[in-house]
């Protein structure tokens, strides 16, 4: 695993732009990933991280077979892994970076994605939280998840990434069964704990718990509405 002074040297000369969205309408961050993402793979020493929230909405992985009818306008996708909910209350982070200038390949940047957001839900009072990878790649709380990860890869660079349960409608999952298991598996901080969140106060979390666990030093905020408004960084 690379370590953290490895993160600290790799990022030292790259340009990170963080994005911070609301409830934002899936299609259309889809559009603006895969604009980022060209960017990145032109400009290597320019990388992206979006810290959001989904209306309700279904993705399909590049594994996904079976589809329930009662899931309504299922999105194709390039990520790994099969079909999966987003909706208000998840917080997803989209990671655009360009591997080859950080010198990493997409298990390093999965390990630092899921010690960040471990940190923030241990601090929220989640325990026995761990990382997998594999068939049960994401976050998990002894034999319920509570995050998934789901990246692709387009020449160099990144894109999409994780989502983290803090308070969704959990009763979403029972449409699907979550990168092949029952939905009965998935849960959440609030499921956990009992208590819910400020959602915009752990989108601030999750993205101070990057900044310190990528080592990232060079970076600038920014919300996802200015960054729609404009063609280009």
Known sequence: MISEEDWRSNFKDTNILILTGGIEPYQKILKLQREINNWVNENERLGFILVLEHNDVYTCGIHTEHLDNRIPDPVRVERGGSITYHGPGQIVVY??????????????????????????????????????????????????????T???????????GTALNIQPDLQKFSAINPCGFDWSIMTSVQNETGKTHNIPQVKNKIIQEIIKNFGIKNYQKKSLSEQLSETAP
């Open 95 to 148: 990671y655009i970076l360009n591997m080859k200038h950080l010198r990493t390949n997409i298990l390093g940047i999965i390990s630092q994605a899921h010690r960040s957001e471990i940190d923030v839900i241990e601090n929220l009072g989640v325990r026995g939280v761990e990382s997998r990878l594999g068939k049960e790649t994401g976050i998990w709380v002894g034999n319920r998840k509570i995050g998934s």
């Open 150 to 160: 789901g990246f692709a890869i387009k020449i160099n660079s990144t894109l999409h």
